[in-house]
């Protein structure tokens, strides 16, 4: 496709302005002035809307493709919540902070506590902040929650248990307030290692940070056990709530021991997750943590009316983002969860878990499954079957490019060499399911066959194989270092 700039005539517009009704600044210093007009394209209006509509179509989306991304859950995003969201669009943050304001926030305001109270309910916890703005500023929230309950109490605790199979923020969020972090290993059933974690479990420990199920997509069955453990030793359970989309309405993780939990809402209930954001990672607790929680706090009072409550809680670890959090996330979780109700949670956890066990089954005799046992949300194969061959899974993740699937996740988790994550979801049809797992065989049929041909995939992209190491380190994403 021809490039804008390759496009551009002299002389050659879309658009004319208007002469500015703005005086010039004066005083502008010399250095900071144009010497020169800017270089910028020439072009008709068609053009620029012929280049960016094409752009746009070469694009990967929720919308167009089958993702079977597991780790982030790029779930369809239901068009009735993004209408839902526009109605609060013309609201600005600052309105309830105003004198007056109040009376035209109601609406904002009692969505936030709303929804927080719906994922209370949701997660077993008895309070919910909307502040974080993504699942690390959850995580590394919760962490100084947790960090602030040991202080009070004067106790003395250095360290926060982490299974290898953690997302790495885990460690990165509970090293960032000051922790120092133990590893436990897995054990070959696929959960931490039961033994170790016994060992390692002492009354220096502030907390333990688990997903449940875990990044192999098993669900542990000692969590309750493992939770008792840690309270033993006046130790907090964290919730790493990235795999909640597999438990929704089944279990509950307040029920089972956990004191703390960020819920992804952009992984969980239905929201945009597309180039690295946006998000949202409120965080609920237990009764004993809500002293704690940031300020400022939304109260719903007798008449039904909502407020901001300005005054300075004495334990609260303050403000952790402004206002109540990624707006505009929370209002499409919210119209999520209402739409769906209970039973419709339910339902979606149990078509997600279905969906990813019906790919477990017919993918794992030609691709190694190094836990094989009924998964959850996701499943996890390794190429190394494929390896013999020559062929790696990035190979298998450039093949499914070029056969129009935007890759899995490969090479997470960690543990598993060769990782091949796949987690469809639950709004997959069993066409599209049947569609993907027969370009997966034939990927394992193509590294059996001809191996050699992997390396030159894609090639029906406009941009084909990449030194990936080098093209992030060295990125130049201006049209003239192209």
Known sequence: MELIYEQSRSGRRGVRLPASDVPAAAGLPAALARSEAALLPEVSELDVVRHFTNLSRQNFSVDTHFYPLGSCTMKYNAKAIEEAAKLFAPFHPMVPLLPGGSSFSQG?????????????????MDEVTTQPLA??????????????????KGNKKRYVVVPDSSHGTNPASAAMVGYEIITVPTAPYGDMDLDRYREVMTDEVAAVMMTCPNTLG??????????????????????????LNAILGKVRPGDVGFDV???NLHKTFGTPHGGGGPG???????????????DPRIVKHDDGSYAVDTAHHRASIGRTAGFFGNFGVMARAFAYITMLGRQGLIEVSEQAVLNANYVMSRLKDVYDLPYDQTCM??????AGRQVKN??????????????GYHPPTVYFPLIVKEAIMIEPTETESKETLDAFITVMREAAELAEKE???????????PVTRLDETRAAREQNVSYFGC
Not at 108 to 115: F, I, K, N, S, T
Not at 135 to 143: F, L, S, V, Y
Not at 390 to 403: C, P, Q, S, T, W
């Open 261 to 263: 939990i960020h819920v």
């Open 451 to 461: 191996p050699a041909a992997f390396a030159e995939m894609p090639k029906t992209m």
């Open 377 to 382: 949300h996701e499943c996890v194969f390794s």
């Open 108 to 124: 904002c305001l009692g969505l936030a506590h709303e929804l927080g109270s719906a994922l209370a309910e949701i997660t077993g």
């Open 390 to 403: 020559g062929v790696h899974a990035i190979d298998i993740a450039k093949f499914l490019i070029d056969r």
């Open 135 to 152: 699942g690390a500023h959850g995580e590394m929230t919760g962490i100084m929650l947790i960090a602030a309950y040991h202080k009070a």
């Open 280 to 294: 949202s990672g409120p965080v609920g607790v237990k009764k004993q943590l809500v002293p704690f929680l940031p």
């Open 218 to 243: 098993l669900f542990n069955p000692h969590i309750k056990e493992i939770c008792d453990i840690a309270h033993d030793h006046d130790a907090l359970m964290y919730y790493d709530g990235a795999n």
